[in-house]
């Protein structure tokens, strides 16, 4: 079982950045495949980012390509997501998950395991 506790999130004013974590509990946590997620208000969750297990690969939406960049300290069971140019309607609750294959995927039942999601809000 994979325990992960994102952090990270705030209040900050459109245009500024935020650089979001997720630290998971386990040392095998570097053969996970990790996403990040956000979910809007009345909205659906959707993917925003993804690495694989080995950081050499990535993947964007085309709502935060440019403006967002995924990484990962396997040494440090970290993830994280530093977000640049914020907007306002990036404004929502950001979860990272894991899952254990190698491929990224953007569907959200292709994850086995998820965190409890930091709130960003962003002001216009």
């Known amino acids: 079982q994979v325990q992960l506790v994102e952090s990270g999130g705030g209040l900050v004013q459109a245009g500024g950045s935020l650089r979001l974590s997720c630290a998971a509990s386990e040392r095998t946590f570097s053969r996970y495949t990790v996403g990040w997620f956000r979910q809007a208000p009345g909205k659906e969750r959707e993917f925003c980012a993804g690495?694989?297990?080995?950081?050499?690969?990535?993947d964007y939406a085309d709502s935060v390509k440019g403006r967002f960049t995924i990484s990962r300290d396997n040494a440090k069971n970290t993830v994280y997501l530093q977000m640049n140019s914020l907007k306002p309607e990036d404004t929502a609750v950001y979860y990272c998950a894991a899952r254990s294959g190698d491929r990224i995927q953007t569907r959200i039942p292709a994850y086995d395991y998820w965190g409890q999601g930091t709130q960003v809000t962003v002001s216009s």
């Open positions: 690495i694989r297990w080995s950081g050499r690969s990535t």
